[in-house]
């Protein structure tokens, strides 16, 4: 078990590396210069080329590869060209602002979605399932930035209960408020494919063999539904919120910029806006590197729900 | 009996009366208090976040109300207005010009203080800071601005000199506040170095405090400003990119002005909900420039057969009418300059264009390909001209790219018909140099936004562009600009179709401090709300 996690966990490094190279040649390959972005239409092309120079885009595409490369494997992601600031500086600024949203939007998908799809497997074809299935079609549907602006409509604007402008407020009630809205609009749309998924998981193992024996012996229902049926379908469920991390992630962006909280998904737009390349750099392998890290998680905690998987 | 229900009532009345004078009292208490109390001004600024707060380097639209609040010019335009025959002292008390047109000589005013102890402004501080937006090694992307100072000489503490290769009548227009026009501290951005990015030290209304990256830029109120200690205590701008978030802050009261979307539906809507919307000049001019290098487009006949069938009507009713109006002419209305008398303004003839398009040798008319933007200021106006050249048989297929390769790649001069809008210092000179002279073609050294080539291929107008940047009489001035948008009209190398306003709201309570040139609309240079010392909340 500890040998698959360290090796896991060591599989980060060339991951990441894979991913930053990847970033690095895509952006270069997209047409567009930081200099130009940078200095605006009025620039003459002399001093883009200046600037260029400055920043070291002149040097040939393979020198800045091996730098790139290099400064990498130290931890080293650069200085942020629009901004001249440490990129590990404003990555590491952004990053916890952009976790407590992934945090409580998981957390408020799983409060919603696991019971929801545990009553509509248990009585399937009930109004309930009807119901919550057509609910999380919607929500499955909507762009989060539709929900987020209808939330906002409603509980910012009629009802004055939460602000607009969702920035971080000290202390953890202020930092719970200020999250509420951007998590439950994106736990919603979360909830949705939890929903499903744990509704269709439970379903199939609902109509296994050991399931109509533990009925058939008196076992009683609640018992059978949540501790012989529900451990079992949990399994793909687990799978599926490891998966379902990247489309957090993606669904940040949207989120953050409707919800004005300065996080990673509005650094990360900025940057591809601006071609600020190393920003762009640095905050993809950490998103690498998170994904890497929860699927690793979702790995081991499979140990843990069904001790018929061994790690050698 | 009566007399003591009398005096009960009697008791009940006095008590009322002294509760009523007490709520009174703490009314008027309050309202004392709140005359005094100064408030700080939220702004919902439309950018992401801001790249530098150096006014030397700020190009970002986003970056330009911040540092007009910190930083000061030698001279400035009345708040309110780009009247350029009203230029009233800033920095500079006074000046003088010599006979020649050549020399400038400003009279400083004494006891100006930097922000955060940097000590008093002199003119050391005026030749550095021309000096730095002039030297290569710096890289001001305004540098071009500052091409015609030969040197700026301090001749005492308060005195500078600033002389010029060739007479200019606009050469104090251009020392405004704003862009190349701000002073910036010697002694700080020597001390400071990269730091001043972020750490700007000003003479103006409003100080630097705090910068957050991709959340707020805190300014506070410089007491020692002097024009006097302003009314409000700080400015928040805070960075709020999505248009429906701002409007929604604006309407809650979480900012207090925003920057509106260009739309008559949004100033609509928001003016129907009690906020005021006020729309910016002279607005961003809207034009399509041909590339007279690449065929079809070298064809004069073709060119001029697309510019008749562009409906300008049909793009104003777009956009909306109290929003935009048409443009007739390479410089927009409003600059200093611009005219559309004796041009060929190419009015929509369809039927025009059919013939010219026969005569050029397309009587089916042709198929081309362009790359667009994908920013709603460059697509949807691609894609109404994609429509009007549909009627007459000309279609243009759109590869619609991001906003920096689009920048990227007409700069490679890969498109046949280039889309762009801009907002420049208001005088002809400026537009015609940066989209006409031949200096300004894509390519070269000196490229800056000529993507036409006009100059090298057709009719060559730089003489007159440089003829009447040194002419002192305005009203020669004014014939070879006149003439310069002529010829390039005649060229048909671009055709003007709109210009648009910028719209900025704010709540009844917020002050501007100054009057708006005309109700619901007002110019600046800065196509946002400018807020100074006079600037105040009244809740």
Redesign the interface.
Known sequence: MKAYITRRLLSIIPTLLIVGSIVFFVMRMASGDPATAMLGASATAESIARLREQLGLDRPLAVQYVDFLLNALRGDFGRSYATGRPVAEQIFAAFPDTLELVFWGMLVGTLIGVPTGIIAAVRPNSIFDYASRVVALLGLSMPPFYLGILLLLLFAVNLGWFPVISTPQPGFFGRLHAVFLPALSLGLVQASFIMRSVRSSLLEVLQEDYIRTAHAKGVPPARVHYWHALRNALIPVITVFGLYLGTLLAGTVLTETVFNRPGMGRLLVGAIQQRDYPVIQGGLMIYAALIVVVNTAVDILYGLVDPTIRYD | MLTSKLRAVRGAAALLAAALLLAGLSVIGDNVAMAQTRHVLRVGSGV??V??LDPHFA??FGEYPIVKAIFNGLVDLPAGTVDIERIEPDLAESWTISEDGRTLTFYLRRGVQWHHGYGEFTAEDVVFSFERVAD?AV??????EVANIKEVRAVDRYTVEIELYEPDPFALLRLVGYHSGFIVSKKAVTELG?EH??HPIGTGPFAFAEY?????VVLTAHDAYYKGAPKLAGIEF?????T??RE??L??R??DTADGDSEQIWVDRMRSQGVIVELVGPGNGYFIQYNLIKPPFDNLKVRQALSYAVNRDEIVQYLGTSIARALRSPVPAGYFGHTTEGIETYEYNPQRARELLAEAGYPNGFEFEVYISEATSYLPFAQLLQEQWRRIGVTMRLNV?????Y???I??DVNGVIFYN?T?LPIADVYLS?FYHSDAI????????NFSHLGDVVDNIDALIEQARSELNPDRQKELYAEAQRRIMAAAAAMPYAQRYSAVARQPYVDLGYDLVAPNQFDNLFEHYIYNEKTSINR
């Open positions: 992401a976040d790249g530098t190009t970002n290569p890289g001001s992307p305004w540098r071009s990269d990015r972020f957050n990256p991709r959340r707020s805070r960075f709020m990119p999505d429906a978030t929604l802050a309407r809650t979480e900012v790219i991001d906003h920096a390769s920048h990227a790649r700069r490679e801009a420049r940066q894509v390519g070269k050294p000196t490229a800056i936004t």
